[in-house]
């Protein structure tokens, strides 16, 4: 048998504010990695691998210790993964 579970946050002030920076630089992380990927397909006709998707990504969370640094790196990553093989797909690589 299935079972839902429906969990109700109620974040304190400083719990909720600390959650929208973790979603904001997320998002960041986000659309640079997209931004790459997109770039090197316009360029070369070749995607990017899961591999040097997760390289850049991994750099970013070094170089910046203080906010992307507080962000899971693999959590940051899942996305990446979840693009390699469509975009394999689309670009026939």
């Not at 929208?20 to 630089?25: G, I, N």
């Not at 993964?81 to 975009?87: D, E, G, Q, V, Y």
């Given at each position: 048998m299935m079972r839902n579970y429906k969990y109700l946050l109620r974040p304190s002030k400083k719990q909720d504010q600390m959650?929208?920076?973790?979603?904001?630089?997320e998002r960041i992380i986000y659309n640079a990695a997209l931004e790459k990927r997109?770039?090197?397909?316009?360029?070369?006709?070749?995607s990017l691998n899961y591999m040097s998707q997760w390289v850049f990504i991994r750099d970013l969370h070094r170089q910046h210790p203080d906010t992307f640094g507080l962000l899971n790196v693999n959590v940051s990553t899942d996305y990446s993964?979840?693009?390699?093989?469509?975009?394999q797909d689309f670009s026939g690589v």
């Open positions: 959650l929208d920076f973790l979603l904001w630089q997109i770039r090197m397909y316009q360029e070369t006709g070749k993964a979840a693009w390699t093989k469509p975009m």
